[in-house]
């Protein structure tokens, strides 16, 4: 009698040496018959890999890493950055979550207006400098870092109040203020080193935005507009990726760039500010998500348009083509959704728009990059006496 199909199915499993790899699919063919006509393949647990969690279970806790079938990177074999965490030496995790290596999103977004600016820096036609962009990326790593412990040195008798920052190293006890002391040292020193490759321009406007990294934690203390003091902070590397390539500010290219990357951070953090919104008014801690309350929705979109504007202001001054403009829509698209679309009572919600600025980020870096590449010569020389001229009316005045 010729068997079924469903009773050899059953029988088939997949090679050893397939099972023992690390980046193997965890899925075992097993058959699981709800009727003679349906045949399911089941996710199982491999004894080389570790549990599966179930749908709403945090695996930060956990020592081992958690696979899921609908997580695209356990599906590809990539690792995440809370699993390069977890899986890090455990005398050196406290210190990764310290300067929340397992959460890159603020690297990213430290990292995205010094990339803006790099390529607004390029010649006409011509993609931007690979390796001011890889070094900026590792400035933007160590920095964001530093300002990572500078924060929790500042806030550790309010983080162990506060239900989502009441793990973190410092507040937990996991490590004491002197190593978090040398620690600090160590990525500020490394911080020196990677500005150091840039010319003395850069080099004396990179350091003087130490006092803004230092300082902004004092100021969620004093007043309910911290997120200005962080957007300076945060978005010096607007001014300073221009400077780096081109050796000095362009005004009208490289200030509504600036101020458009502060708007941006008001948006941004003060989504992420009402995720704690309860915490911080029991504990005295003062945020914009506090201020604007109710109005925060239409008070981040008049944010998100001044942002738009100095975007566009910028782009035209540096001659950008047509890609730029497009994706300028795209830009305005997401910021109007996240405006009026996110739950400011829902902290995951709000987690999940904040993070998703990276992204847009990301957009708008390729928008000048494209727009810088389909520039032309005669484009750029136009704006470029355009801005003379305005410099002229400006000193005469």
């Given at each position: 009698?010729?068997?079924?199909?469903?009773?050899?199915?059953?029988?088939?499993?997949?090679?050893?040496?397939?099972?023992?790899?690390?980046?193997?699919?965890?899925?075992?063919?097993?058959?699981?018959?709800?009727?003679?006509?349906?045949?399911?393949?089941?996710?199982?647990?491999?004894?080389?890999?570790?549990?599966?969690?179930?749908?709403?279970?945090?695996?930060?806790?956990?020592d081992r890493k958690s696979f899921s079938t609908t997580d695209p990177a356990s599906l590809v074999g990539i690792i995440s950055a809370k699993d390069l965490v977890v899986r890090s030496p455990k005398p050196l995790q406290p210190y990764l979550r310290l300067i929340r290596a397992d959460k890159?999103?603020?690297?990213?977004?430290?990292?995205?207006p010094c990339a803006w600016s790099i390529a607004l820096a390029a010649q006409p036609g011509c993609l931007p400098d690979l390796k001011m962009l890889a070094l900026f990326g590792a400035g933007a790593f160590l920095m964001r870092g530093a300002g990572c412990i500078i924060n929790d040195m500042w806030d550790r008798d309010f983080d162990g109040k506060v239900e989502r920052t009441r793990a973190r190293p410092l507040a937990s006890g996991e490590i004491d203020f002197r190593s978090?002391?040398?620690?600090?040292?160590?990525?500020?020193?490394?911080?020196?080193?990677?500005?150091?490759?840039?010319?003395?321009y850069s080099i004396v406007l990179g350091a003087s935005s130490l006092g803004l990294v230092l300082t902004y934690p004092f100021f969620k203390r004093v007043t309910y507009f911290p997120q200005v003091v962080l957007g300076l902070a945060f978005n010096w590397g607007a001014l300073l990726g221009?400077?780096?390539?081109?050796?000095?500010?362009?005004?009208?290219?490289?200030?509504?760039?600036?101020?458009?990357?502060?708007?941006?951070?008001?948006?941004?953090?003060?989504?992420?500010?009402?995720?704690?919104?309860?915490?911080?008014?029991?504990?005295?801690?003062?945020?914009?998500?506090?201020?604007f309350g109710e109005r925060t929705p239409t008070i981040l979109w008049?944010?998100?348009?001044?942002?738009?504007?100095?975007?566009?202001?910028?782009?035209?001054?540096?001659?950008?083509?047509?890609?730029?403009?497009?994706?300028?829509?795209?830009?305005?698209?997401?910021?109007?959704?996240?405006s009026f679309v996110t739950n400011f009572n829902d902290p995951i919600d709000c987690w999940n728009k904040f993070k998703s600025n990276h992204y847009l980020g990301a957009l708008i870096f390729f928008s000048i990059l494209l727009g810088n590449v389909l520039t032309s010569e005669e484009v750029v020389a136009e704006r470029r006496t355009f801005r003379n001229g305005l410099t002229e009316n400006l000193f005469h005045f």
């Amino acid at each position: 009698m010729r068997p079924s199909l469903a009773s050899a199915m059953a029988r088939f499993r997949l090679p050893s040496w397939w099972l023992k790899s690390p980046t193997s699919f965890p899925l075992d063919f097993r058959i699981h018959r709800t009727s003679l006509s349906t045949v399911q393949i089941l996710p199982r647990t491999i004894q080389h890999e570790p549990h599966i969690p179930r749908a709403g279970s945090c695996s930060c806790h956990s020592d081992r890493k958690s696979f899921s079938t609908t997580d695209p990177a356990s599906l590809v074999g990539i690792i995440s950055a809370k699993d390069l965490v977890v899986r890090s030496p455990k005398p050196l995790q406290p210190y990764l979550r310290l300067i929340r290596a397992d959460k890159p999103a603020g690297i990213w977004l430290l990292y995205w207006p010094c990339a803006w600016s790099i390529a607004l820096a390029a010649q006409p036609g011509c993609l931007p400098d690979l390796k001011m962009l890889a070094l900026f990326g590792a400035g933007a790593f160590l920095m964001r870092g530093a300002g990572c412990i500078i924060n929790d040195m500042w806030d550790r008798d309010f983080d162990g109040k506060v239900e989502r920052t009441r793990a973190r190293p410092l507040a937990s006890g996991e490590i004491d203020f002197r190593s978090a002391l040398v620690w600090l040292a160590g990525q500020l020193g490394l911080s020196l080193l990677v500005l150091l490759q840039f010319n003395w321009y850069s080099i004396v406007l990179g350091a003087s935005s130490l006092g803004l990294v230092l300082t902004y934690p004092f100021f969620k203390r004093v007043t309910y507009f911290p997120q200005v003091v962080l957007g300076l902070a945060f978005n010096w590397g607007a001014l300073l990726g221009y400077a780096a390539v081109r050796g000095y500010l362009d005004p009208f290219v490289a200030i509504p760039l600036y101020l458009s990357g502060v708007c941006w951070t008001m948006v941004y953090d003060t989504i992420y500010a009402h995720q704690d919104k309860v915490d911080d008014a029991l504990v005295g801690i003062k945020s914009t998500a506090l201020k604007f309350g109710e109005r925060t929705p239409t008070i981040l979109w008049e944010f998100s348009a001044a942002m738009l504007c100095g975007l566009g202001c910028s782009g035209y001054m540096a001659g950008m083509a047509w890609p730029f403009y497009v994706g300028l829509g795209g830009v305005g698209g997401h910021l109007l959704y996240q405006s009026f679309v996110t739950n400011f009572n829902d902290p995951i919600d709000c987690w999940n728009k904040f993070k998703s600025n990276h992204y847009l980020g990301a957009l708008i870096f390729f928008s000048i990059l494209l727009g810088n590449v389909l520039t032309s010569e005669e484009v750029v020389a136009e704006r470029r006496t355009f801005r003379n001229g305005l410099t002229e009316n400006l000193f005469h005045f």
